[in-house]
């Protein structure tokens, strides 16, 4: 799902950056000392969670857990995941340093957003048993991601849409993936440590 340097137009790589920064000053605004501990291990299961690839047809698929990131941390997941694709794009290289911006908005924003849509239902259904929320959460974000990652490539290039269209089929068996593990993280924190979920 990373988006490397010189794939997109400038005019894209400026969008990207314009709808990132705002959004980045907002959530590093919102972060809380006592939850470095947890931004920590939520960004190191992020960066781990992308290097086990599994091969798809001409694709190499990964997990993203964006949303599941978004669940755990709500708005804070923002930076936590920059901070995740800041070191993959530096270390393993996974996408470029000049269409950062662009990978923010397509991978870290839903993921925060969803997550923090995913709290407040969760606060609203507790102490019923929610973990179709992450089931959501998991799999939606991971959709909506795919989404903006398709428009991204198409509007582009017209040459790109073959591509847009593989990329976004490809990541359909992701995104019942991350809904599964979604909800049975949610089901597991319920039980032992519903805290961490925002309730």
């Known amino acids: 799902m990373h988006i490397s340097d010189g794939v997109l137009s400038p005019y894209m790589v400026g969008i990207g950056w314009a709808i990132a920064l705002p959004a980045l000053v907002l ?3 919102n972060l809380q000392t006592d939850k470095v501990g947890a931004y920590g291990v939520i960004a190191a299961a992020f960066f ?3 290097t086990i690839h599994i091969p798809l047809g001409p694709f190499s698929m990964h997990l993203v857990l964006s949303g599941i990131a978004g669940l755990l941390l709500g708005r804070g997941a923002l930076t936590v995941i920059t901070v995740g694709l800041l070191l993959q794009a530096l270390f393993i290289g996974f996408g470029g340093l000049m269409v950062l911006g662009v990978n923010i908005s ?3 924003l839903p993921g925060a957003v969803m997550g923090a849509f995913g709290r407040r239902l969760m606060k609203q259904s507790f102490p019923k048993k929610c973990p ?3 089931s ?3 799999g939606g974000t991971i959709l909506i991601s795919t989404v903006l990652l398709y428009i991204t490539l198409s509007t582009t290039h017209t040459a790109l849409l073959p591509l847009a ?3 976004f089929l490809g990541h359909i068996p992701i995104a019942i ?3 599964v593990i979604g909800f049975w993280l949610v089901l597991f924190l319920q039980k032992v440590k519903p805290s961490l979920l925002g309730i």
Do not use: D, H, Q, Y
């Open 27 to 29: 959530s590093v605004r």
């Open 48 to 50: 781990a969670g992308s």
């Open 106 to 108: 397509i991978m870290a």
């Open 132 to 134: 179709w929320i992450g």
């Open 136 to 138: 959501l959460i998991g």
């Open 165 to 167: 269209k593989l990329v």
């Open 177 to 179: 993936v991350e809904g």
